[in-house]
């Protein structure tokens, strides 16, 4: 069993940043791919980014690219989400996750064990 803790979540200006963390409790962490996805109101969760469980590979969703970097700390068990150059788009419930895909990263239904969530609004 795995539990999943995000923080970070806020109001921010269109423009502005955000820093999104996840820690992550239970057996064998390190062996667990971690992603974030998003679920905006009225609308299905999508992806958002992952990053491999050695930590050498990252994915990121179109809308993330160039704004959005994901990582991960094995000593604290934290995958982080730095969010700059926020949009209103990017106003959603963000919910870390972690699974054990080989491929698919962005696939929801490749994650076993999610958190909670926490509020992302961008003002515009």
């Known amino acids: 069993q795995v539990q999943l803790v995000e923080s970070g979540g806020g109001l921010v200006q269109a423009g502005g940043s955000l820093r999104l963390s996840c820690v992550a409790s239970g057996r064998l962490i390190s062996t667990y791919a971690m992603g974030w996805f998003r679920q905006a109101p009225g609308k299905e969760r999508e992806f958002v980014a992952a990053?491999?469980?050695?930590?050498?590979?990252?994915y990121y969703a179109d809308s993330a690219k160039g704004r959005f970097t994901i990582s991960r700390d094995y000593a604290k068990n934290t995958v982080s989400l730095q969010m700059n150059n926020l949009k209103p788009e990017d106003t959603a419930v963000y919910y870390c996750a972690v699974g054990r895909p080989l491929y698919d990263f962005g696939l929801d239904n490749k994650y076993d064990y999610w958190g909670q969530g926490t509020q992302v609004t961008v003002s515009s």
């Open positions: 990053i491999s469980r050695s930590g050498g590979s990252t």
